[in-house]
């Protein structure tokens, strides 16, 4: 699937981050100060994400609610939810600045009407979204919230995490809920928002930097991951420079830094880890950081 609109990136932008010269050991643990700056920048992001997120579903919700009557009309709903990716309605230009994999419509039952995609590849309806996510049951009963959780998609296709917002839709503003408008991050995209965002801060540090979430006992965006370009999935030679402990620290609510180094010693990599309670038991945020000139 493809984003709503590249300019998302720029929503996370963050500011105040440097990185100074030194020489071998003292490159790296400066690196990995650094990076635990970042880690405090990334995680901050996530909840602006999904704060705001919940709020753009919030304002846009009307439209779609209007269109669950009966006898339920579900290309009415799918349209009215792809009028959403619209550049040209307020509501499109503020939920571009999201990096959704899906928006959709969810019935009373918790199950998907429709999504933001064309008819043959819409996967929405009749999937169980309620069931992973409590954030969906408790919009169903008129309270919006976010919340995260794994869901399969597609047949066949491994269990994906998202962070998902989610508002009750109602067909009139004082009217019953009658389903619930969701939007849904991948962990992969949204670490892809705030690699870009360090990118762009850290411009002029000359630093490369990696991105990613502790999620699910693995690091998120990696490996056969497909929801980012492969060039911002975590390197394959960085996961084994993982201390073998991290998922244990993190769900000890620990925050540490470590450091190594490449292309013997010449390439000095500091890296900090924090957990990311606001995600899930477990979950945390990593972020690899290296200058280019050591």
């Known amino acids: 699937m493809t984003p709503m609109n590249t300019r998302w990136s720029w929503a996370l932008v963050l500011c105040g981050l440097g990185c100074s010269k030194g020489g071998g050991d003292a490159v790296a643990r400066d690196a990995a100060t650094r990076a635990q700056s970042n880690v405090r920048e990334g995680l901050g992001a996530v909840g602006r994400l999904t704060s705001g997120l919940q709020a753009a579903l919030a304002s846009s919700a009307q439209p ?53 995609q064309e008819p043959a590849r819409d996967y929405i309806p009749g999937l169980d979204i309620g069931e992973r996510f409590p954030c969906v049951r408790a919009a169903l009963q008129g309270t919006a919230g976010s919340c995260t959780g794994d869901l399969v998609t597609t047949e066949g296709a491994a269990a994906r995490g998202y962070m998902l917002s989610a508002v ?18 991948t962990y992969g995209r949204v670490a892809k928002a705030i690699r870009e965002a360090l990118n762009v801060s850290t411009l002029r540090d000359r630093v490369q930097l990696s991105v990613g979430f502790w999620h699910g006992g693995r690091v ?8 980012v370009p492969a060039a911002l999935l ?61």
């Open 168 to 185: 009750p839709l109602r067909v009139t503003t004082d009217g019953p809920v009658v389903g619930a408008l969701v939007g849904a991050m």
């Open 220 to 227: 998120v965006p990696s490996g056969r991951d497909n929801d």
């Open 234 to 294: 975590v390197p394959d030679p960085l996961l084994p420079r993982i201390p073998s402990n991290l998922g244990a620290r993190l769900a000890r609510g620990e925050s540490f830094t470590f450091t190594f180094t490449e292309n013997q010693g010449a390439m000095q990599w500091g890296a900090a880890a924090a957990p990311a309670p606001m995600l899930g038991p477990g979950d945390g945020l990593i972020v690899f950081r290296a200058p280019l000139r050591q």
């Open 64 to 116: 779609v609610g209007a269109a669950i009557v009966e006898p339920l009309d579900v290309a009415r709903v799918r349209n009215r939810v792809r009028d959403l990716h619209d550049d040209r309605s307020a509501a499109g230009r503020q939920l571009s600045l999201y990096p959704t994999w899906f928006i959709a419509a969810v019935g009373l039952d918790g199950k998907g009407l429709a999504g933001d």
